[in-house]
C-alpha cells in the first residue's frame, strides 16, 4: 500500500506538468533550491578557507539547521493554518501504523520537502568540509520539525483521550530536550541523526492511537455532563483550532518575550506599540468574536426564532467569551507584571481595550458576518473593516504610555463602548435580514 502511495503521488506530480504554469513555477522553485544549496555551501566553504574571519564552517551550518527548524513549523500557520492531511478513514480496512504512516508519508511528498531536499543535496555537491555531516543533520532536522509539527497539531486537530495528554506531554518533554540541548545532540549524532526522527515518529505513532474518533454521539451521551459553552467551543472544529492556534501564537510571543528579558533584559519590538498591540486580547477577537454568528450560525437562528432579541443573544455572546478571556488574562497578566514596572499601565491598557473590543464585537458581528466555509480561510474569519479599525483603536492606546494627558482616552473609550453596546441592540430588528443573507447561504 504504502508502495503504491509514493508512486501514485509521483505520478501525479509528473501529470501535473501537462499545465505549462506548472512547469514554469517548478522551474523557479528548482533554480532558487539550486542558488540556497550553493550559496550555503560557498559560505561554509570560505568560512572553512578562513576567509570570514573568525566564523566557523559549525557555526554556519547551526545557523542553517536552525533556519530548517523554524521554517518547517512557521509552514503549519503560514500562510494559513494547514490540518494534519488524513489520507484513510477509519472505516479503512487499514491498521493504526498503517493509517498513520501514509498520512505522514502524504506530508513529506510535497513541493516544500522536494526544494528542500534538492537544496541540501545541492549544497553537498558543491561542499569542501562538513559534506556529509551537512547532508545527515540537514535530512534529519528537516524531518525531525516535521515530526514535531504534526505533534503539536495532535490536541488541535483531533480529540485525544486522557492517556492521549499524558503522551502528548510525554512528546513535548522530548521536544524541549531536543531545543535546550541541540548542541549535543548535534555533536554527538553527526552521522547517525536518524535517532531523532525515529523517536519522534514513534512518539506520533503513540498520539495517534490516543486518537478519539469522531461520532455523533459522543456529545449526545456526555450532553449533560460539563461546561455546555466549554463544549460550543471546543466540539466546534473551526473554532477551537483558530483559537488555540490564536493562543498558542500569543503564548510563544510571550515566551520569547519572557526569555529576551530575563536574559538581555530588553523586549521584543523594543516595548513599542506593535508590541502592546499583541499582549491585547485583540487575537480573540479579530479570529472568532467579531464573527460571532458566522461561527455559531444555528445558535443565532434559534434565539431569532424563540425570542428575537438581541439582548439575549448578547448574554450567550459574553458566556461565550468567558472561558477564552479567562485563558488570556492568566497567560498574558502574570508575564507583563513580571517583566514590566508599570502596573498601573498593564491593568488600565488590558482592561480598558478588552470593555472596548468586547462592546465593540457586538456591533461587527451584526454588521459584518461572515460565512465560515473552512478554518482560517483565504478571505478571513472576520471583517477586514473591523480588525483595522480595532487594530487603530487598541494601538491608539499605548499613547497613554507616553504622556498623563492621553488618560483622556480612557473616558471616551468608555463611553464609545457604552455607545457600542446601545447601537448593537438599536440596529437588530434592521441588520438581523442582513445576518440571515450572509450566514443561511449554504
Known amino acids: 500500500m504504502i508502495t503504491f502511495l509514493i508512486l501514485f503521488r509521483i505520478r501525479n506530480f509528473f501529470l501535473s506538468l501537462k499545465n505549462p504554469w506548472k512547469i514554469v513555477l517548478n522551474l523557479g522553485l528548482l533554480l532558487t533550491s539550486w542558488f540556497y544549496g550553493r550559496f550555503l555551501a560557498e559560505l561554509i566553504n570560505k568560512a572553512g578557507n578562513g576567509e570570514l574571519g573568525g566564523l566557523i564552517p ?96 495532535y490536541p488541535i486537530d483531533n480529540k485525544l483521550r486522557r492517556a492521549g495528554f499524558i503522551s502528548f506531554f510525554i512528546a513535548l518533554l522530548f521536544i524541549t530536550m531536543l531545543v535546550l540541548y541541540s548542541d549535543f545532540f548535534v555533536q554527538n549524532l553527526n552521522y547517525s541523526g536518524i535517532l531523532v526522527p525515529v523517536i519522534l515518529f514513534l512518539l506520533g505513532f503513540l498520539l495517534e492511537c490516543q486518537v478519539v474518533e469522531n461520532k455523533k454521539f459522543e456529545l449526545l451521551y456526555n450532553s449533560r455532563k460539563g461546561n455546555l459553552f466549554l463544549k460550543l467551543l471546543m466540539n466546534n472544529p473551526k473554532v477551537r483550532v483558530t483559537l488555540l492556534v490564536g493562543l498558542g501564537f500569543k503564548t510563544f510571543i510571550l515566551a520569547a518575550d519572557f526569555l529576551l528579558f530575563t536574559s538581555k533584559g530588553k523586549h521584543i519590538f523594543n516595548g513599542q506599540f506593535i508590541y502592546w498591540l499583541f499582549i491585547s486580547p485583540l487575537l480573540l477577537f479579530n479570529y472568532v468574536f467579531n464573527n460571532t454568528w458566522g461561527f455559531w450560525k444555528n445558535i443565532w437562528l434559534n434565539f431569532e426564532l424563540r425570542s428575537g432579541d438581541y439582548r439575549d443573544m448578547i448574554k450567550f455572546h459574553l458566556r461565550l467569551l468567558t472561558i477564552p478571556l479567562i485563558i488570556d488574562a492568566l497567560i498574558t497578566l502574570p508575564v507583563l507584571l513580571i517583566t514590566w514596572q508599570e502596573y498601573q499601565f498593564i491593568l488600565i491598557y488590558y482592561f480598558v481595550s478588552l470593555w472596548l473590543l468586547i462592546c465593540a464585537s457586538l456591533v461587527w458581528a451584526l454588521l459584518f458576518p461572515m460565512t465560515i466555509v473552512s478554518t482560517f480561510q483565504m478571505k478571513g474569519t472576520s471583517s477586514f473593516i473591523s480588525s483595522l479599525v480595532m487594530m487603530i483603536s487598541v494601538s491608539a492606546l499605548y499613547l497613554i504610555k507616553l504622556n498623563y494627558w492621553f488618560y483622556i482616552l480612557i473616558p471616551i473609550y468608555l463611553i464609545l463602548s457604552f455607545g457600542a453596546y446601545n447601537l448593537a441592540v438599536g440596529l437588530y430588528k434592521e441588520k438581523k435580514y442582513l445576518l440571515a443573507g450572509k450566514l443561511m447561504k449554504e
Request: hydrophobic share 50%; charged share 15%; aromatic share 20%.
Open 58 to 153: 559549525e557555526r554556519i551550518l547551526n545557523y542553517a539547521l536552525v533556519f530548517i527548524f523554524i521554517m518547517t513549523i512557521v509552514r503549519m500557520i503560514l500562510p494559513a493554518y494547514t490540518p494534519q492531511r488524513q489520507l484513510f478513514h477509519k472505516y479503512y480496512p487499514l491498521s493504526r501504523f498503517q493509517r498513520y504512516a501514509s498520512s505522514v508519508l502524504s506530508e513529506i511528498q510535497s513541493s516544500f520537502f522536494l526544494y528542500f531536499v534538492i537544496c541540501l543535496f545541492i549544497g553537498f555537491w558543491y561542499l569542501d568540509f562538513l559534506k556529509l555531516r551537512f547532508l545527515s543533520e540537514g535530512l534529519s532536522v528537516l524531518f525531525s520539525a516535521h515530526l514535531v509539527r504534526r505533534i503539536l497539531q
